[in-house]
Each structure stands twice: as C-alpha cells, then as structure tokens.
C-alpha cells in the first residue's frame, strides 16, 4: 500500500546543530509540505513544494529548509537548530489538483536542548 | 477564506451516531467544506469534503445546508477509536497551494 513515512521519529538535538528530518511518499503526488504542531498555534505550514526542484516558503519557514529532487521525497533541514524549534513535525503529499485532500505522516518530535 | 466556528467539545456514546456541527457563514461560492481529524499523537487524517451536496464515504457522511452556511460531520457508528480532534476547514478547491490552516477544532469524546 502506498503510505508516507517520516524519520526519525524521535529526535534530541544540542542547539547550533544542523538536523535534517525525512519525509518519504510513494503515491507519486506532486505536491509535499512540512507543518509545525505547537500548543496554542496549531499546525502552521513550513515550507511546500508543487514537484521536482520547486520549494516554496509557508509562514513559519525561518531557520528551515528543503529540497526536492525527487517526486518522493521532501527533506526539512534545520540549519541551525534553536530551542523555539521543539516542535512536532508533520509532512503531508497530495495530488496537484486535489491540494487540500493531504495525506499526513505519522510526525517527527524534535526536541532541541 | 471563510472563517469557521466549531464547539470546543462534545461527548458521544459508543455505537450512537457522532454529529459534529461546524458554521460558516461567510463562506463563499467557489469555497469546499473539508473535515478532518487528527487522534491523540498522530498526524491529521483527511475525511471528506463537499460542496453543496451530501457526500458520504467509508468514514463519514457530510451534511451541508442548503445556504452552505453551515455543515455537519456524521459518524454514523461512533467507535472509542473515533476520539480525536476534528477540524473543518473552508477553501476554494483548483488552487494547487494547499494551505491548510487548522482551528482548534472539536474534541470529540466517545465513551463506552
């Protein structure tokens, strides 16, 4: 069955430390993002890409970023990690034109000391 | 994007039908009613989405009315699996930005 899996799931990082945090879909969609889940804010969209070597900035995307060369995978690199960015992590994929019908990973908890 | 108003909570009885009422009445015409969920420690998980007509899936049936000002979720069997968090979401479908913003949402509790 075609599923979206994220790695780790469980992460604790020293800050001033880069951390790259996987996601991997095997629906073949087009479209991946990356939210952030906090108490109090909700999910707030990272970063999101619409394919192949197109990254586009959510609201919350200082301090991160991705790349995407490939149709599977999106990969959230924090440049630097800071304590604001203990969070838990979720990446999402849908089709192109079905962009609000998103698949959602299971989550990654970052935790920065 | 159409503002949504959902309760903050609501109880069901294993077995009994969960409906879940969500306002939004300043939605427009080109505007989708989306649900989700989101259980305890796992990511969100997309149910259904409408129009203007009834839709039903495997999951869930989605009732809105007939001046789309307001929508209701129905778990037609409600199981202890069925607590979570569900959100209605309001967006204009054909957009290939995606963004989802999610509310508080309902907490939805199914006891035994």
């Known amino acids: 069955d075609a599923e979206i899996t994220q790695s780790p799931r469980h992460k604790i990082t020293e800050t001033g430390r880069q951390v790259t945090l996987a996601c991997h879909q095997t629906?073949?969609?087009?479209?991946m993002f990356w939210y952030r889940q906090d108490l109090g804010h909700g999910l707030r969209l990272i970063h999101y890409s619409y394919g192949v070597q197109d990254t586009n900035k959510g609201e919350v995307s200082d301090g991160y970023s991705v790349s995407r060369s490939n149709t599977e995978d999106l990969p959230l690199t924090l440049e630097s990690a800071a304590s604001s960015q203990t969070s838990v992590y979720f990446c999402a994929s849908s089709t192109g034109q079905m962009a609000y019908e998103q698949y959602f990973g299971p989550g990654t908890r970052l935790t920065v000391t | 994007d159409a503002k949504t108003t959902q309760p903050p909570s609501m109880d069901c009885a294993e077995g009994r039908a969960a409906n879940l009422p969500c306002n939004h009445s300043t939605i427009s015409g080109n505007e989708y009613v989306y649900w989700y969920r989101q259980i305890h420690s796992q990511g969100p998980q997309y149910i259904i989405h409408g129009l203007k007509n009834n839709e039903t899936n495997e999951m869930a049936s989605l009732i809105i009315t007939e001046d789309r000002k307001s929508s209701t979720l129905i778990l037609p069997h409600a199981t202890l699996r069925d607590t979570a968090v569900y959100y209605c979401i309001v967006r204009a479908r054909g957009t290939s930005y995606g963004k989802l913003t999610f509310g508080q949402g309902t907490i939805l509790t199914v006891h035994p």
């Open positions: 629906w073949n969609h087009n479209n």
